[in-house]
């Protein structure tokens, strides 16, 4: 039996037959239970303040310094070759993803129609 066949079979076996109809129902409990989210309310806003607080505090004046402290630092260690190139690279987009992840977020839930 090649490699082929036996993933096959893998893939086909009871097991995974098993769990693929547990998730399909999973699935289906869950997209049919929608009107439970809208009688909840206000229930979440304190969780929701929470969250607010936490992004104005990574995206407002001490983050922006941080990251500015973070590119002179990154801008000074690849001048002297103290630093990887590569770890420059990811030190400047994980800044970018920190301050344009709402926008992100943003545009990703518009792409899918909210």
Known sequence: ??????????????????????????????????GLAFAAGDVFQPIQSVFTTLLNFMTGTFATTAATIACAAVGYLALTSRIPWSW?????????????????????????GN
């Open 88 to 112: 420059c690279f990811s030190i400047i987009v994980g800044i970018a993803f920190i301050f344009g992840g709402s926008q992100l977020v943003t545009t990703m839930s518009s792409g899918l």
């Open 1 to 34: 039996m090649n490699t082929a066949q036996r993933t096959m079979k893998m893939l086909v076996s009871p097991r995974s037959r098993s769990a693929a109809i547990h998730g399909m129902a999973f699935a289906g409990i869950l997209f049919s239970q929608t």
